[in-house]
Structure formats: structure tokens, C-alpha cells
């Protein structure tokens, strides 16, 4: 029981990291739904851990629609069916794990189609990389006993590279963040009972600052003509007149229930806010008049704040030692709709159901490679380097 719970600690991380505030809306495929997978431990009670540096490793298949496809929600008039398909690759490498600590470094690779014939993609079926994330992570436990356990981890640093279509187009460089959490596991059955052994609380604070070629989306592509500030015909590279996210903060907290030894339910709930790139007003507007220039009119005090809520529930089973199973609902959404109302952040018309396959490479390899199987021994042994 103790190489047990020692296993739950090697692994523990806390919940991925949230995406940056600036990224699309509709954008609720399996890079942006965030999961603790990692937090309390990936291998659940009854599979033999391996002890490779890259244990934990996986690969996914996820399939999203949104709501309205399936025609959960209200009644729209004009029908715009969504279904995405997503292949990833989340690696991990482990630097350090004892009982009390690990170090490692994380990533997060994929590509997605949109399958459906939406607004979402220029081609139907169109083939697209998402946005690569590449992290640092280390966790501490910080006290533990029979009853209870708690645990900081840190996510330091959090690079996201813009290699998505969308991010690319929009003149975005790279984004930087950090992330605090914690988590404290309250033991109910106890550990190893195979229902309701444990349920874990999650919480953690993101920050995240975004690099861009400008404050406005823009396009080196782009060859619009527009009217400068001087009154003369320029070719023009933006894309529209909003400000891009500078700043960006996430606060979450979540659960994680072990119905079963390879049953967990994870339910999360987030706040996410960014700061825009602020609005210059003192420009002058010359030679388009007869009286000569004048100010450049707006909002004296622009919205430059925006904020989104994210819900997002999901059931995940550990088939065999190498696939699992995912079913899920996230809803990411603007906390005011387009009509200006507020909306419930349990549902949005883009809100998505999912079903998510994984196969976790470290098992697999061992299963095609049967001499390099590890003993129930070995393979408990403390990862130290």
C-alpha cells in the first residue's frame, strides 16, 4: 500500500494549464479542454507502473461536436454543424522522483480537422497544427497522512508556440506564463479500496503574457486598402480594429472522485480574464478635411478587460494497462453573450461534447518489447537519477 501511494505522489503535477485568454472561442477542441490528468496520479489502483523516464507518455485520438449539432440548447436560425477530429502527442520526462518531489518536463503536440463544412476552417477537412505548449513542471508534498495529503506544484516556465493557423495569421510571437496549484487529497474508503477510495480538491492560479508582432491582429499577407491618420491610401496588414490580449490570468478549482479504481470523475471550474494591449487616442487626423486635422474620436475609457467561463466535466476509465477512455462536456464561453446578456457558464452554443481515446506509450512499449518487462519490484522502485 505504501509503493501505492508513493506512485500517486511521484505523478502528482496539478491541472493543465488553461489557455491563454487570447485564443479563438470556438476553439474548444482537446488542446484547449483542460484536464488534472496528472495531478493525483495517471496510473490508476491495479496497473503495474513502469519505471521509464518517459512513463506517462501518450498519445490521443479526441473527437468533438458542439452542442447545437446534437441540438442540445435553444433553437438557432441559422444551423452551423461543428465536429472536429484531434491526433496529440503529450510527452513527459521525468528529471527527478523520489517520494516527496518530482521534476519533469512536459508538452503538448497536435493536430486538428474540422470535418464538418463550418465557418471555422477555409476548406472542409482542412488539416491544421494546433498551438505547441512545452512546460517545466515540479511538485512538492508539503504534509501527508493516513487520512489526508497535501501537495504545491509549479509550472515554470510555460512556453506556447503560435503554430496554429489562427495564431500565426494574427502576428502572435510566443506566450510565456506560470502556473501555482495545489491539491489535498481527503481519503473516504481508504487507499486501495476499489470505490470511492479517495476525492481530491484542485485549485491553481495562471498567468500567461503574449508577445505579438503588433497590438492588433495583423497579416503580413494581407494587402488591404486603407485611409492612414494622413488622409493618404496605404496597403494595410491589420485585421481588425480590437487589441490583441497582453496579459492573462486563469483562477480554478476542481475535483477529482475515484468512483473505481480505473473509474475517475473530474469536474473543473474556472475564471478566465485577459487585459488587451491599450487604445491610443492621441493620433491626429490630417488632410481628409478642409479645416485641417482633427482629433481621432472613441471611447474616452475603452473596455480593454475581457472575461471567460469555463465549466468542463468529464468521466475517464482505464480500458487496459495501455488505452483509456474519455467522455466529457466543456463549455467555454464570454461571460456576456452578443445580445449583452450574461450567460450561465454551464452552456453556450459552442459548448462541447467529446469522447477521447488514449494510449499511454510506456505501457505499450513494454507489452511489444516482453524482455523488457519489470518486475512487480523493480518497477516500484524510487525513479532517482
Known sequence: ????????????????????????????SARVRETPRGVSGVSPEGIQPT?????????????????STLGVGQDYQTRNPLYEMT???????????????????????????????????TKQGEWSATDFEFWGSFSHVLRESKSDLTELAIRVPRLLLPTSKVSYDSGKLLGVGLRVGAREEIVLAGRGAPFFSSVELLGKIDYGYQFTNGQVPVNGALERIRTDSDGRSIVSDQ?????????????????????????????????????????????????????????????????????????????WGRLT????????????????????????????????????????????????????????????????P
Open 321 to 384: 494497462d495501455t488505452l483509456e477512455l474519455t467522455v466529457g462536456y466543456a463549455n467555454l464561453a464570454t461571460q456576456l453573450a452578443p445580445d449583452g446578456r450574461r450567460r450561465s457558464m454551464f452552456y453556450s452554443p459552442d459548448a462541447r461534447f467529446y469522447l477521447t481515446l488514449n494510449v499511454y506509450l510506456d505501457h505499450l512499449y513494454v507489452d511489444l518489447s516482453p524482455r523488457n518487462r519489470q518486475s512487480a519490484s523493480v518497477a516500484n522502485e524510487p525513479r532517482n
Open 51 to 67: 519505471n521509464l523516464r518517459w512513463h506517462d507518455s501518450y498519445l490521443y485520438w479526441d473527437h468533438a461536436v458542439t452542442a
Open 87 to 121: 491526433i496529440g502527442f503529450r510527452p513527459r520526462y521525468y528529471l527527478l522522483e523520489n517520494e516527496r518531489d518530482s521534476i519533469s518536463l512536459r508538452g503538448d503536440l497536435g493536430i486538428v480537422s474540422e470535418r464538418t463544412n463550418s465557418d471555422t476552417t
Open 1 to 28: 500500500m505504501a509503493l501505492r501511494t508513493n506512485n500517486w505522489l511521484w505523478r502528482a503535477a496539478f491541472i493543465c494549464c488553461a489557455a491563454l485568454t487570447s485564443r479563438p472561442l470556438l476553439a474548444q
Open 239 to 315: 485585421l481588425g480594429g480590437a487589441t490583441l490580449a497582453q496579459h492573462a490570468m486563469a483562477f480554478g478549482i476542481g475535483s477529482w472522485v475515484h468512483v473505481h479504481r480505473r473509474v475517475n470523475w473530474v469536474t473543473s471550474f474556472e475564471l478566465r480574464t485577459g487585459w488587451k494591449y491599450p487604445v491610443n487616442h492621441d493620433v491626429q487626423i490630417c488632410g481628409v478635411i478642409l479645416t485641417g486635422c482633427a482629433q481621432a474620436s472613441g471611447v474616452s475609457d475603452p473596455q480593454t478587460r475581457m472575461g471567460l467561463t469555463y465549466f468542463q466535466s468529464e468521466v
